[in-house]
């Protein structure tokens, strides 16, 4: 009998690329919950908040009012009207409502903003410590990354020389993204506008990913979208998941040149079309309504993140930057790396998670070998509990 020729299972494009890590732990932090382990848990990138009442409101009289159909790709008037407004308000922006478009989470903005841009054989810098998702996203569309170092000893600061120094004649883009997961470094506003400028210069697109942009705890608010001269090779991805706590309502946008809205448009009707619409009617009232609910959020944030810290020294050996946004740590284990069991910050998160019953995402996730991210997006009782548990911890493998 003939045999029959092999076939292969799957595409190169997803054969290239892995599952998210932060959802893997999740998955694998879960079953150790089914199981009945009493986990402290750091994993997650999400406000431990919830969402607040007027937007929630929105959206139950949205579905009341049969806002159930489809809208266009890019979201309705109302909702490209108010993330522009919004963005101008805040932050200077002088964008049109066809330069914005709305997609299912921020990170849908980002996938397609990538892949409009990036061709096979294109280079896309990419700054480490990078958020998860990037490598892989840059891998499916056939792009390179070129990885650059930011100095830890300055906070992670990426400067715009160390930039330049990568740049060839094939980059793509750029990705920055402040305030920085897993990091929480904050660029410096002149560093960032002067790589807005290098790279407008050189026909480059910068891809600011803005999704903590409104959790910024340097005291000077900075959105890319305010550098007006650099704009035409700016595109910038936003969400309303951290900055209103809303993680599920999967909600997020970009911002960018018409025609690459236009792009990313046409790539979205062949995938998710347009967001749900009575999620974009609560979008609305989020970017519209009162916004006393982020101010108070981010002040929280900030009490927990110094207290993580206060707790985080107590552990010899364990050294920690001051994030200045975001709502993480990134503390560096590395004292700990050649003790019996531990070779690899994947050791460290494995162990704590199932020898302390902690939840932590080790650096091999973001391009690192020697941090650990927690998120301290939960409540000062959980991170008192989860710190104290790691100290244990720590002391005993050492
Ligand atoms: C840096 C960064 N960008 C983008 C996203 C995507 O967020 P969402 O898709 O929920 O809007 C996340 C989520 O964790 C993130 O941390």
Not at 60 to 89: D, F, M, S, W
Not at 372 to 393: C, D, F, H, N, P
């Amino acid at each position: 009998m003939a045999t029959l020729p092999q076939v292969k299972q799957f595409s190169d494009r997803v054969g290239r690329i892995e599952v998210s890590a932060t959802m893997a732990v999740v998955a694998e932090a879960a079953k150790l919950k089914a199981g009945g382990a009493d986990l402290v848990e750091f994993g997650a990138g999400e406000p431990h908040f919830s969402t607040p009442q007027h937007i929630k409101d929105a959206a139950i009289a949205a579905i009341q009012q049969n806002c159930t159909r489809y809208t266009a790709v890019p979201g309705i008037p109302e909702l490209r009207q108010a993330i522009v407004k919004r963005h101008a308000a805040d932050f200077g922006s002088d964008y049109k409502p066809e330069e914005a478009i709305a997609s299912t989470g921020g990170k849908l903005a980002l996938f397609n903003a990538i892949q409009v841009l990036v061709d096979h054989g294109d280079e896309v810098i990419l700054p480490v410590p990078y958020w998860v998702s990037f490598k892989d996203i840059i891998e499916y569309g056939g792009g390179k990354c070129v990885y650059v170092q930011t100095d830890e000893s300055e906070g992670f600061r990426l400067t715009p020389e160390t930039i330049e120094r990568k740049m060839t004649p094939r980059t793509r883009a750029i990705i920055l993204n402040s305030p920085n997961n897993p990091s929480g470094a904050v660029m410096a506003p002149e560093d960032f506008t002067a790589i807005l400028r290098l790279a407008h210069k050189r026909g480059i697109y910068v891809i600011a990913d803005e999704c903590y942009v409104y959790l910024n705890y340097t005291g000077k608010d900075f959105s890319a979208g305010s550098v007006i001269d650099a704009r035409e090779h700016l595109v910038i991805a936003g969400s309303l998941s951290k900055t209103y706590a809303m993680t599920g309502w999967r909600l997020g946008y970009a911002l960018g040149p018409a025609a690459v809205v236009g792009a990313m448009a046409k790539l979205q009707s062949q995938s998710t079309s347009s967001t749900a619409h009575m999620i974009q009617k609560a979008g609305v009232a989020a970017l519209t309504g009162p916004q006393q609910c982020v101010a108070e959020m981010k002040a929280e944030y900030i009490r927990l993140r110094d207290l993580t810290l206060n707790l985080l020294h107590k552990i010899p050996g364990i050294t920690c930057v001051k994030p200045e946004g975001a709502f993480y740590v990134y503390p560096n284990i590395s004292a700990y790396l050649g003790k019996p069991g531990i070779n690899s910050a994947g050791d460290v998160g494995k162990r704590l998670l199932h020898e302390a019953h902690v939840v932590t995402v080790p650096g091999e996730a973001f391009g690192t070998r020697e941090h650990i991210r927690l998120s301290y997006a939960t409540s000062a009782e959980e991170i008192k509990r989860g710190v104290e548990r790691m100290q244990a911890w720590f002391a005993k493998s050492s």
